[in-house]
C-alpha cells in the first residue's frame, strides 16, 4: 500500500525557534497533502491543505505566516513552525491520498511530536 | 464545511461483549467514511471504511452501516480483546477538502 514518511520524530526546540517538518510520500506522487494537528487527548484537525507547484489554503484560525508550508515536489511536503512558542507543542501529522483515482481514502505519516520549551 | 460528531467520548465494556460507535455528518456531499484507531502517540490506523453506495461493511469482528438518509454511520466490534483498547476516530468526506474527523472515542476493554 501507499507508504507516507514524516521526519522527525520527535523534535524539541527553544521558543522563538523555527521547526521543519518533513512529509514524503514514498512510493506515489502526491499532488495533494493536508496537514494535521493533534493536542493530547482531541481529535485531528485540519490546519492546511499541501497543493503541489501552489499556495497552500489553511484552514480559519490558522496562521499562514506561522504556518509556512512547502510542496516543491510531488513527493515532498514541509511545514516550517516558525517563531515556535510553547503553545504550539503538539502532534503534526501529515496525510496523503494514495494516488489518482482514490476518492477520500488518506494515508498518514508517522507524526510529528513538537515540543516547545 | 462538513461536521462530525461523535459519541460517546467514553466507552468501557467487558471483555467478549460488543462495542459500539456512533457518529453523525452534515455535509451531504460526503461519500467516504473511514474509522481508525489510534494508539498513544502513534499515526491512525485505518480499520474499516465504507463509501456512500454501501449500507453495511464486515471485516471479521468488526462492522461499519451507513444511514445516508439521517447521516449517520456506525462502528461495531464483537467479541472484544484487551488489544482492541484504544482511540476509534470516525470521519466523513471523500472530495477534495480531505477527511473531517470526530472527537473520538477512548475504548476500554474490561478483562
Known amino acids: 500500500g501507499a507508504v507516507v514518511s514524516q521526519h522527525p520524530s520527535w523534535v524539541i526546540c527553544k521558543s522563538g525557534t523555527s521547526v521543519k517538518i518533513e512529509c514524503r510520500s514514498l512510493?506515489?506522487?502526491?499532488?495533494?497533502m493536508f496537514w494535521y494537528r493533534q493536542f493530547p487527548k482531541q481529535s485531528l484537525m485540519l490546519m492546511a491543505t499541501?497543493?503541489?507547484?501552489?499556495?497552500?489554503?489553511?484552514e480559519q484560525g490558522v496562521e499562514k505566516d506561522k504556518f509556512l508550508i512547502n510542496h516543491a515536489s510531488l513527493t515532498l511536503s514541509t511545514l516550517t513552525v516558525t517563531s515556535a512558542h510553547p503553545e504550539d507543542s503538539s502532534f503534526y501529522i501529515c496525510?496523503?491520498?494514495?494516488?489518482?483515482?482514490?476518492?477520500?481514502?488518506?494515508?498518514f505519516g508517522e507524526g510529528s511530536r513538537l515540543t516547545v520549551l | 464545511g462538513e461536521n462530525v460528531e461523535q459519541h460517546p467520548s467514553t466507552l468501557s465494556v467487558q471483555e467478549g461483549d460488543s462495542a459500539v460507535i456512533k457518529c453523525t455528518y452534515s455535509?451531504?456531499?460526503?461519500?467516504?467514511f473511514p474509522w481508525y484507531k489510534q494508539e498513544l502517540g502513534k499515526r491512525p490506523q485505518l480499520i474499516i471504511d465504507?463509501?456512500?453506495?454501501?449500507g453495511e461493511k464486515k471485516d471479521q469482528r468488526i462492522a461499519v452501516t451507513l444511514n445516508k438518509t439521517a447521516k449517520h454511520f456506525s462502528l461495531h466490534i464483537t467479541e472484544t480483546q484487551p488489544e482492541d483498547s484504544a482511540v476509534y476516530f470516525c470521519?466523513?468526506?471523500?472530495?477534495?477538502?480531505?477527511?473531517?474527523f470526530g472527537k473520538g472515542t477512548h475504548l476500554i476493554i474490561q478483562p
Open positions: 499541501s497543493n503541489e507547484g501552489s499556495k497552500a489554503t489553511y
Open positions: 512510493d506515489f506522487q502526491a499532488t495533494t
Open positions: 496525510s496523503a491520498p494514495p494516488g489518482a483515482g482514490a476518492t477520500g481514502e488518506l494515508f
Open positions: 455535509d451531504s456531499a460526503s461519500n467516504y
Open positions: 470521519a466523513a468526506g471523500g472530495g477534495a477538502d480531505g477527511l473531517t
Open positions: 465504507i463509501r456512500s453506495n454501501v
